[in-house]
């Protein structure tokens, strides 16, 4: 279902602009053009474009989700990438996440840096009081805290949960944004019947079955 892949769920540009038609505007062309290549065969890769002066340097990387076939990281990417042009038009910097997979890009390097910003939460309505509810939740968010890996799924009947890091970050770096994420999910969506926590390297989200927008979609299309 590639609509619900394809889906928006945020994105954000530099404030600084290239000039175009510059040899900036063309490296990170050459860029975009390698991490759609590259979606073909793995779920993540970083790429730099060097150019005749240090300020033409780009860098780039994209994450597939942990669960996608090659073709669709491929379509998703491909898609994140022809949406730069109007949602980040001649922008340096620009960051973009679909429901299936992230893309970013700068002319200064982020590769390998952790990024705790939350750059998009939306907690779902209230379950109200739900004891039991939020037993499950507690569990799934427990269960993504401690599975290990970069990405994780967990589940508790009707709840399920994942979580995923960008492939730049060590284990250590995962582990520390996805705890701050699920810290974040627990404290501030604490009874909603679904939470999603993107900080700006890593994410965690959980819905219950049928209140998630991706949960929901994911059938049709």
Do not use: W
């Amino acid at each position: 279902s590639h609509s619900s892949l394809d889906s928006f769920i945020y994105g954000g540009c530099s404030q600084i602009k290239y000039t175009p038609d510059s040899p900036y505007e063309s490296n990170l062309n050459s860029l975009l053009t390698s991490l759609v290549n590259s979606a073909t065969y793995a779920a993540y890769n970083k790429y730099s474009v060097t150019g005749s002066s240090p300020q033409d340097v780009v860098y780039g990387l994209y994450q597939c989700r942990g669960d996608l076939s090659m073709p669709d990281c491929a379509t998703c990417v491909t898609r994140a990438v022809s949406q730069f042009g109007g949602l980040c038009p001649q922008t340096c910097g620009g960051a973009l996440q679909l429901q299936g997979c992230f893309v970013k890009y700068d002319n200064t390097s982020f590769i390998g840096q952790e990024d705790k910003t939350v750059v998009m939460k939306k907690c779902g309505p209230s379950n109200g009081f739900d004891t039991d509810a939020m037993n499950r939740h507690d569990a799934v968010l427990g269960s993504l805290g401690s599975a290990g890996g970069l990405y994780r799924v967990g589940g508790a009947q009707d709840i399920q949960g994942v979580a995923q890091c960008v492939g730049d970050l060590s284990m250590g770096q995962c582990q520390d944004c996805l705890s701050e994420a699920i810290k974040r999910l627990k404290t501030e969506c604490g009874g909603a019947v679904f939470g999603d926590m993107f900080l700006g390297k890593c994410y965690a989200r959980y819905s219950t079955s049928g209140d998630h927008p991706y949960a929901a979609r994911s059938g049709h299309g």
